[in-house]
C-alpha cells in the first residue's frame, strides 16, 4: 500500500528541481505525499480516538489528520467541500481534501487580493475543481451565494473560520446539508457558558475589542447549534481552535460528545491590553482583559458583559 505513495513523494522532490515557477507547486507535491503516509499509518486509528489520528498537511494545526480520521467512518456520496475564510488558502482544512482525494470545492473570502494569489498560480487551477469567489458572506446572502456557486444540497464537508459570525454563518446555511462541519470556537470563554458574539454583518476582530480575544462562540453554543441541526459533536484538535461535527444521520459508530466532555483549553498564550501591548494570559487573565466584551446566550437571547458572566473585574 505504501509504495505508490513512496513513489508520488519521489517524483516531487525531484520536481522541486525544476525551474522556479513550478517549484511551489512541487513543494505542495512533497506536503500531500507525505500526509498521504500519514492517513495510511493511522489508518486503524479507533473512530473514538481522534487524538491519536491528527496530522498537519495544509491546515493551521492537526485537522487535515481528523478530516481524515472522519471520512474512513462517514460515508459521503457527494466529495464536494465548501471553506469559508481562506485567505490566500495557503493555510487551509479542505486542501488536502482537494490534493489527495481530489474532491470538488467552494472557497470564499472578502479579501479579493488573496484570492487572486489562489487563481495567479495557473498550474494549481488547471489541476483541480476548485471554484475561487471573493465574498462578504453574511445571513442574508449566505444560501443565495451557495446555490449559486452550484455546492447546494447533500455535500461532503463545511469549514468555517471567519473569526466573529461563525455561529450565525452556520445557523443562517440551509441550502447546503454538508456531513462533517469543522468550525472554530473561542477557547477562552470554556466548555460551559453557551454564547456568542451578537450578530454583526460587519464584524472585524481587529477593531471589534481593543483585547483581539472578542470573536465567535462558546464550544457549548455549537454544540446547542449542533444538536438543533441534528449534528453529533465528535471532538476537538488538540490545539483548542476547531470543533468537529458529523450528521446524525451518517455519525455511526462515531462519539457523541457533550462541550464538557469533549473540550480542548487552547493554549495560545496571547492577549493585547489597552496600551496595546502583547500579553502572554491564561485563561482567566483572557477574560479579565475583554471583561467589558458582550456576548449573546444562544438559548435565550440576554447579552451581558464577559464580566457579568464570568464574575472577572
Given at each position: 500500500?505504501?509504495?505508490?505513495?513512496?513513489?508520488?513523494?519521489?517524483?516531487?522532490?525531484?520536481?522541486?528541481?525544476?525551474?522556479?515557477?513550478?517549484?511551489d507547486?512541487?513543494?505542495?507535491?512533497?506536503?500531500?505525499?507525505?500526509?498521504?503516509l500519514?492517513?495510511q499509518?493511522?489508518?486503524?486509528?479507533?473512530?473514538?480516538?481522534?487524538?491519536?489520528?491528527?496530522?498537519q498537511?495544509?491546515?493551521?494545526?492537526?485537522?487535515?489528520?481528523?478530516?481524515q480520521?472522519?471520512?474512513?467512518h462517514?460515508?459521503?456520496?457527494d466529495?464536494?467541500?465548501?471553506?469559508?475564510g481562506?485567505?490566500?488558502?495557503?493555510?487551509a482544512?479542505?486542501?488536502?481534501?482537494?490534493?489527495n482525494?481530489?474532491?470538488r470545492?467552494?472557497?470564499?473570502?472578502?479579501?479579493?487580493?488573496?484570492l487572486?494569489?489562489?487563481?495567479?498560480?495557473?498550474?494549481?487551477?488547471?489541476?483541480?475543481?476548485?471554484h475561487?469567489?471573493?465574498?462578504?458572506?453574511t445571513?442574508?446572502?449566505?444560501?443565495?451565494?451557495?446555490?449559486?456557486?452550484?455546492?447546494?444540497?447533500d455535500?461532503?464537508?463545511?469549514?468555517?473560520d471567519?473569526?466573529?459570525?461563525?455561529y450565525?454563518?452556520?445557523?443562517?446555511l440551509?441550502?447546503?446539508?454538508?456531513?462533517?462541519?469543522?468550525?472554530e470556537?473561542?477557547?477562552?470563554?470554556?466548555?460551559?457558558?453557551?454564547?456568542?458574539?451578537?450578530?454583526?454583518p460587519?464584524?472585524?476582530?481587529?477593531?471589534a475589542?481593543q483585547?483581539w480575544?472578542y470573536?465567535?462562540?462558546?464550544?457549548?453554543?455549537?454544540c446547542v447549534?449542533?444538536?438543533?441541526?441534528?449534528?453529533t459533536?465528535?471532538?476537538?484538535?488538540?490545539?483548542?481552535?476547531?470543533?468537529?461535527?458529523?450528521?446524525?444521520?451518517?455519525?455511526g459508530?462515531?462519539?457523541?460528545?457533550?462541550?464538557?466532555?469533549?473540550?480542548?483549553?487552547?493554549?495560545?498564550?496571547?492577549?493585547?491590553?489597552?496600551?496595546?501591548?502583547?500579553h502572554?494570559?491564561?485563561?482567566?487573565?483572557?477574560?479579565?482583559?475583554?471583561?467589558?466584551?458582550?456576548?449573546?446566550?444562544?438559548?435565550t437571547?440576554?447579552v451581558?458583559?464577559?464580566a457579568?458572566?464570568?464574575g472577572?473585574?
Amino acid at each position: 500500500m505504501l509504495e505508490p505513495t513512496v513513489g508520488r513523494l519521489r517524483r516531487a522532490i525531484r520536481a522541486l528541481r525544476t525551474e522556479p515557477p513550478s517549484a511551489d507547486n512541487a513543494l505542495q507535491g512533497v506536503r500531500a505525499a507525505i500526509g498521504h503516509l500519514e492517513a495510511q499509518v493511522r489508518s486503524g486509528t479507533a473512530p473514538e480516538d481522534l487524538r491519536g489520528a491528527e496530522f498537519q498537511v495544509f491546515s493551521q494545526w492537526n485537522e487535515d489528520g481528523i478530516i481524515q480520521h472522519l471520512l474512513r467512518h462517514v460515508p459521503i456520496e457527494d466529495p464536494s467541500f465548501i471553506e469559508f475564510g481562506v485567505e490566500d488558502y495557503g493555510e487551509a482544512n479542505t486542501k488536502f481534501l482537494l490534493i489527495n482525494d481530489n474532491w470538488r470545492g467552494l472557497i470564499m473570502d472578502a479579501d479579493r487580493a488573496s484570492l487572486d494569489r489562489v487563481t495567479a498560480s495557473e498550474g494549481f487551477m488547471r489541476r483541480y475543481d476548485l471554484h475561487v469567489h471573493a465574498e462578504t458572506i453574511t445571513r442574508a446572502n449566505l444560501n443565495e451565494i451557495v446555490e449559486r456557486h452550484g455546492f447546494g444540497g447533500d455535500i461532503g464537508l463545511l469549514s468555517i473560520d471567519v473569526d466573529g459570525n461563525d455561529y450565525w454563518l452556520w445557523e443562517a446555511l440551509s441550502a447546503a446539508s454538508p456531513r462533517i462541519v469543522v468550525i472554530e470556537y473561542n477557547s477562552t470563554l470554556g466548555p460551559h457558558e453557551a454564547i456568542t458574539i451578537p450578530y454583526d454583518p460587519d464584524f472585524d476582530v481587529w477593531t471589534a475589542h481593543q483585547s483581539w480575544l472578542y470573536y465567535g462562540a462558546s464550544l457549548a453554543a455549537l454544540c446547542v447549534l449542533a444538536r438543533r441541526k441534528a449534528y453529533t459533536f465528535v471532538g476537538c484538535e488538540s490545539h483548542g481552535c476547531n470543533a468537529f461535527f458529523v450528521r446524525d444521520d451518517v455519525a455511526g459508530r462515531l462519539p457523541a460528545l457533550t462541550a464538557h466532555e469533549g473540550y480542548v483549553p487552547s493554549r495560545f498564550r496571547y492577549a493585547r491590553d489597552a496600551e496595546g501591548w502583547i500579553h502572554v494570559s491564561d485563561h482567566r487573565e483572557r477574560l479579565a482583559l475583554m471583561a467589558d466584551a458582550r456576548y449573546e446566550d444562544v438559548a435565550t437571547g440576554t447579552v451581558r458583559t464577559v464580566a457579568e458572566i464570568y464574575g472577572v473585574l
